[in-house]
């Protein structure tokens, strides 16, 4: 087999997006996986606006929405009595063009990628295990079983350890998975079933001793139950049977077939360092949290994004491989945070004294209901959810600021109706999945000229004063990453800073070879 330019260890979501992503951008990659088969067990099932947005890149966003459910409005219980209702619906509305979370189990969605990943001509590589490999200045060697046993050097590039928590790649990185885990033993259950919770709407039940929450799935009845084993957690086999029925009872779910159960512990870890040399750790290999607003996952395939178009740059001599360094301190400062947050919530929810009893079924009910009547309130939570707040702004491709909005955040979406009925939007063009300029009102020549000597695309749209709230100034010059985040952001009258940033990195928008 011809050496890949990248091994992916693992293709679980993180490993098939990478491979996907590469893919597309006509690097040779090849993608292994341990088992026999994707994953036939549901497990995430949200999916947030930031991920939509890189598969509208990918042109695969349509597959999720038209195959997943949209998450409209939670309820919130107490006791067995409705004590909140939150409209989700449009709390998105303006900054993405998918104002909404969705429901699209993971199953499906691997199913779906390991499919749009054989239309480009990559066939994941199963029963094929990662056993060692071996780090040189130039590339790592890698020692695969093809089960039962068959054993094979592969020479690679890079190595991209996607292999999930238990991670080999990680273990012959590092000594220690910073963090811990909770005592609590927690289970999941695809059910059908009747009853008012089978109401296509996100429940959240607290009693004084337990709590759960309730997901809608696609199919008449089918609902997922996220719950605490409170008794029986020593046994060695929990099964459904173990799971106490109290709360379940009092929100009058009837049970007609549970199709999946299975327990799990919560981590909440992050790897002390994501890449050494040539070899990358991405999603649950390098951090794990609990699964508060459904993170994970999403989480892991932002680092596939991150990576893989810095990946392509250098391999393509499009920049150099110092562009690599950026990809540790751009993704492991939002996995600290995100442990950090998600923990707080969960041990909040999770707490079993009196007055955390108290807090969460007398106050945070009236709290929560209260605060989320305010649209402010509702954005802020879909912003932090989303993932559409995460910026790199002190990364080392950050350059320049520009008011609110600096150089490493996202692009903010704009939508132009221009005055007909068909309307466009600044998003369109990133589908090219790589560097351009955009410019929000006029473009001088001198910056055209720049531009076309430099051979990078670049994009000119109408300033509309409404644009100016989400930050973007008029004429000024913003270079976007492939990944969609502002990478400088320059007033027309210094070129120089433009020539500057686009010389520091070495950036070549056509492969020289
Ligand atoms: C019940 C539950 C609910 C969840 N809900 C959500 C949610 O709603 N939203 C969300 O974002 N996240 C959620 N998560 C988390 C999400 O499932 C994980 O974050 C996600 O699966 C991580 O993807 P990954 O590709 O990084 O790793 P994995 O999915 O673990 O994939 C790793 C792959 O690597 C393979 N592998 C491992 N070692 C080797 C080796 N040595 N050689 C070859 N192959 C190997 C494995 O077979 C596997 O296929 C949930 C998790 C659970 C358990």
């Not at 056993?131 to 093809?146: H, M, P, R």
């Not at 459904?240 to 929100?251: A, Y």
């Not at 589908?431 to 300029?437: F, G, L, R, Y």
């Not at 300033?463 to 027309?492: E, F, M």
């Amino acid at each position: 087999m011809q050496s890949p330019e990248i091994l992916i260890c693992g293709a679980g979501p993180t490993g098939l997006v990478l491979a996907l992503w590469l893919t597309k951008m006509g690097v040779h990659v090849r993608i292994i996986d341990q088992t026999d088969q994707p994953g036939t067990t549901s497990r995430a099932l949200v999916f947030h606006a930031r991920n939509l947005e890189f598969y509208h890149q990918m042109e695969i966003d349509q597959l999720v929405i038209e195959n997943g459910i949209e998450f409209k409005s939670g309820n919130l219980w107490v006791k067995g009595k409705k004590k909140a209702q939150i409209r989700f619906g449009d709390t998105g509305h303006g900054i993405s063009p998918y104002p909404y979370a969705i429901i699209y189990p993971q199953d499906a969605h691997e199913q779906m990628l390991v499919d749009e990943l054989q239309k480009a001509g990559v066939i994941v590589e199963r029963n094929t295990e990662l056993i060692s490999y071996e780090q040189f200045s130039d590339g790592v060697v890698a020692t695969l079983k093809k089960h039962p046993d068959t054993l094979e050097k592969c020479r690679t590039r890079f190595l991209a350890g996607c292999d999930g928590a238990h991670s080999l790649v990680r273990k012959e990185l590092h000594d220690e998975f910073p963090g811990g885990t909770y005592e609590d033993i927690f289970y999941v259950a695809d059910l059908e079933a009747e009853g008012p919770m089978a109401n296509g709407q996100l429940n959240l039940a607290m009693d004084d001793a337990d709590f759960l929450a309730v997901f809608p799935m696609k199919g008449e009845g089918r609902i997922r139950l996220v719950g605490a084993v409170r008794q029986g957690s020593d046994k060695e086999q929990i099964t459904w049977d173990d799971v106490s029925k109290g709360i379940i009872d009092r929100l009058k779910i009837k049970v007609k077939k549970v199709r999946w159960f299975s327990t799990y512990k919560v981590h909440h870890r992050v790897a002390s360092f994501f890449r050494k040399e040539n070899v990358f750790l991405l999603g649950d290999a390098c951090h794990l949290h609990s699964p508060v607003g459904g993170q994970g996952m999403n989480t892991g395939i932002g680092d596939a994004v991150n990576l893989s178009w810095k990946l392509t740059a250098v391999l393509k001599q499009q920049a150099p491989v110092s562009i690599l360094d950026s990809y540790e301190p751009e993704r492991i400062a939002f996995a600290r945070r995100l442990v950090s947050s998600t923990d707080k919530v969960f041990e909040f929810i999770n707490k079993r004294s009196a007055l955390a009893t108290g807090i969460r079924t007398r106050i945070a009910p009236y709290i929560l209901s209260f605060l989320f009547k305010f649209r402010f309130v509702r954005r802020s939570i879909f912003l932090l959810l989303s993932q559409t707040q995460i910026n790199y702004r002190k990364s080392i491709l950050s350059e320049g600021i520009s008011g609110k909005l600096k150089s490493g955040d996202r692009l903010p979406w704009v939508r132009f109706t221009n005055g007909t009925s068909i309307a466009t939007d600044n998003f369109e063009s990133l589908k090219s999945m790589k560097w351009q300029a955009h410019c929000y009102g006029l473009l001088s020549e001198g910056s055209k000229q720049l531009f076309n000597e430099r051979g990078l695309n670049y994009h000119v749209f109408p300033w509309d004063n409404k644009i100016h709230s989400t930050g973007l100034k008029n004429s000024t010059i913003y270079i976007i990453r492939p990944d969609g985040y502002i990478g400088l952001a320059a007033v027309q009258s210094e070129p120089d800073t433009i020539t500057r940033y686009l010389n520091k990195w070495n950036i070549r928008f056509s492969n020289p070879l």
